[in-house]
């Protein structure tokens, strides 16, 4: 314990946790004034004219977490994760009301507050500790050149607690540097449960890029791969009809023609349903453009949340309804058919008439039309 005591001055750790605290000090100067005029336009944002000068504020000081690592990791190799990004959809306005609710911000307008006066005064009693000791334990030393001001046991006495001050210089500077560190891990570090569901929303992005690309890639191999060949096919089947007479034989391709014009016609659905054109401009066009080939009349009715920007999961609702139309002639016995639709964007899936996505739930003129049902809502 004395030996430990005695070599602390001389360790590396000390006088990395001093440049740190002098490092520090400069470079937290500028985040402690932009903290400052956080607070200032907290004030005024309660007469609305300071709101868009915090919301910029709140979003630079969020950066205050990578800022205040690269100062940290060279010197004490302090490192903690970057905080999830700002959702930036829905506008401006939306914005702007995430960054007012995105709670790291706020800690670190705190930390910001709090880093500056706490490295300030580690720093500057550090040095002081440091400079005043060594000055006062050499003090005996060249005390002959002064002796009318001090007495030689005077002296030693100075030196006595010159020496304390430098054993005491370390431990000063791991206490404060240390409740840095606690402060940093409390105020900068990202919530557990907020940096779990970024993740889960990353790989939730990753896996629905991978599908998109997979889904593409097969409708791709589709049209440029199976279809170019049934339509060689076909056209080697009109070759052998010009050249034979055999009117059996001539039967014969006609028939295997019409085979593949009608695999050729199921191959062009199959493709649409991966991703219709008509997505393109929205759910409502592709649900239109999908009644509008459908055997019966088929009556559409689709509440789509327009406040918010379309999304892949909105374009995953036209196949499940693509997948359910075949069936409606076969139930269709009034000679229409109506589908009711109502989807948010980022919900599962559609809900139609509250039973099931994609569902056709009653025929015009059948039993269940519409009596048997609650009117619809859009819910």
């Known amino acids: 314990m004395i030996r430990r005591v005695l070599v602390a001055p001389l360790e590396a750790r000390t006088w990395r946790e001093l440049g740190y605290a002098v490092a520090g000090t400069v470079l937290g100067l ?3 004034l932009l903290a400052v005029l956080g607070v200032v336009f907290t004030v005024l944002s309660l007469l609305t ?4 000068l915090l919301v910029a504020a709140l979003w630079l000081v969020r950066h205050a977490v990578r800022y205040f690592r690269g100062v940290a990791r060279p010197f004490l190799r302090w490192t903690w994760p970057s905080p999830p990004p700002v959702r930036r959809g829905g506008g401006a306005v939306r914005w702007g009301s995430a960054v007012l609710r995105d709670s790291t911000a706020w800690r670190a307008l705190a930390y910001c507050l709090v880093q500056l006066p706490l490295l300030a005064a580690t720093a500057y009693f550090g ?4 400079v005043v000791g060594v000055v006062a334990v050499t003090f005996p030393a060249w005390w002959f050149a002064y ?15 010159g020496l304390a001050g430098v054993l005491l210089f370390p431990w ?14 409390a105020l900068l570090e990202p919530n557990p449960d907020r940096a779990r569901v970024a993740a889960l929303e990353s790989s939730r992005e990753v896996l629905r890029a991978d599908a998109a690309a997979l889904q593409r890639r097969v409708e791709r191999d589709l049209h440029d791969g199976t279809q170019g060949r049934l339509v060689a096919l076909g056209v080697t089947l009109s070759r052998m009809a010009l050249r034979t007479s055999d009117p059996q034989l001539q039967k014969m391709i006609t028939e295997a023609r019409s085979a593949v014009v009608d695999a050729l016609a199921e191959l062009r659905d199959i493709v ?20 509008a080939r459908s055997p019966v009349p088929v009556e559409v009715r ?14 995953s609702r036209r196949p499940s309804c693509w997948r359910t139309w075949p069936g409606t ?5 009034h000679g229409c058919a109506c589908a009711r639709t109502a989807t948010r964007c980022g919900s599962r899936s559609p809900t139609t008439d509250g039973a099931g996505p994609g569902r056709i739930t009653a025929v015009r003129g059948s039993p269940g039309w519409p009596a048997a049902r609650p009117p619809w809502t859009g819910g």
């Open 30 to 32: 500028p985040m402690f």
């Open 329 to 333: 002639p076969a139930r269709a016995t």
């Open 172 to 185: 000063y500077l791991r206490l404060l540097v240390g409740l840095n560190h606690l402060l940093a891990r």
């Open 302 to 315: 689709v509440d789509v949340d327009r406040r918010r920007r379309p999304s892949r999961p909105c374009t």
């Open 272 to 291: 649409r349903g991966l991703h219709p054109p008509a997505l393109d401009d929205g759910l409502t066009t592709a649900l239109e453009t999908l009644a």
């Open 49 to 52: 004219v300071g709101l868009p």
């Open 147 to 161: 002796p009318e001001d001090l007495s030689f046991a005077g002296a030693l006495l100075l030196s006595a607690e």
């Open 127 to 130: 040095l002081l500790l440091v």
